[in-house]
């Protein structure tokens, strides 16, 4: 069974661009969310999205959004991108948003705002 | 809310020698509790959980945690780590009623030399 796949790997952007990242989850989870990791702020919840619906969302500026797919697929987006934004983006899936379940993540997306 | 706290940020440790990771949390509510860990460059992988039952719980590659409820305490050991131990290692909490974003520590770097 693929794990969950995140693209690009790496990616570098100019500030002020927009970025799109991509979240293939595990087949049949339906549950995706998304988490910033930085040296200084650590592990941070970003939203989370189930049924193509975003269910829950951090404490984040507008400018990062996200949307959810028929098929599971996630994609956030982050808009007028600043220094500050560089950073490991990790999603996970769930097999669904209720408990007991385990996220599963992927290996991220290391974008890096010049 | 939750919070999680890993007092070590890091620990060194000769190969073949044991090891403990300290993680302690607060929360009002009952929780779930989680171990992951991060190689360079890559994303989480769960070491273990605990949902409930049996207070000693096992995970892969050997390591085990305890829950403590009186304490509030999670910790993770291993009897006999490997040069291949090293990485970074997260502490996380979700509370365990519905879809509860995961709240993770600042992480706790173990380095293992030969």
């Known amino acids: 069974k693929a794990g969950v796949t995140q693209t690009p790997r790496y990616l570098i952007k100019t500030r002020g661009q927009q970025v799109t990242l991509s979240c293939s989850p595990i087949?049949?989870?339906?549950?995706v969310s998304w988490y910033q990791q930085t040296p200084g702020q650590g592990l941070q919840f970003l939203f989370e999205?189930?049924?193509?619906?975003?269910?829950n969302k951090g404490n984040f500026p507008g400018r990062f959004s996200g949307r959810q797919f028929s098929n599971s697929r996630s994609e956030m987006n982050v808009s007028t991108l600043e220094l500050g934004d560089s950073a490991l983006y990790l999603c996970?899936?769930?097999?669904?948003?209720?408990?007991?379940?385990?996220?599963?993540f992927g290996q991220g997306t290391r974008l890096t705002v010049v | 809310a939750q919070s999680v706290t890993q007092l070590d940020s890091q620990v060194p440790v000769f190969e073949e020698a044991p090891v403990e990771l300290r993680c302690n949390y607060s929360?009002?509510?009952?929780?779930?509790l989680f171990w992951y860990v991060q190689y360079p460059n890559q994303g989480l992988q769960l070491l273990l959980k605990?949902?409930?039952?049996?207070?000693l719980v096992k995970g892969i590659n050997g390591f085990e945690a305890e829950f403590n409820k009186s304490q509030t305490s999670f910790h993770l050991r291993k009897p006999s780590v490997h040069i291949s131990d090293t990485a970074e290692y997260f502490c996380?909490?979700?509370?365990?009623?519905?879809?509860?974003?995961?709240?993770f520590g600042t992480g706790t770097r173990l380095l293992v030399s030969p």
């Open positions: 996970a899936s769930s097999f669904t948003d209720s408990l007991p379940t385990e996220a599963f």
């Open positions: 087949s049949g989870h339906r549950s």
């Open positions: 999205y189930f049924s193509e619906t975003q269910r």
């Open positions: 929360s009002s509510v009952s929780v779930y």
């Open positions: 605990y949902l409930s039952g049996s207070t």
């Open positions: 996380a909490v979700r509370r365990n009623t519905g879809f509860q974003k995961l709240v």
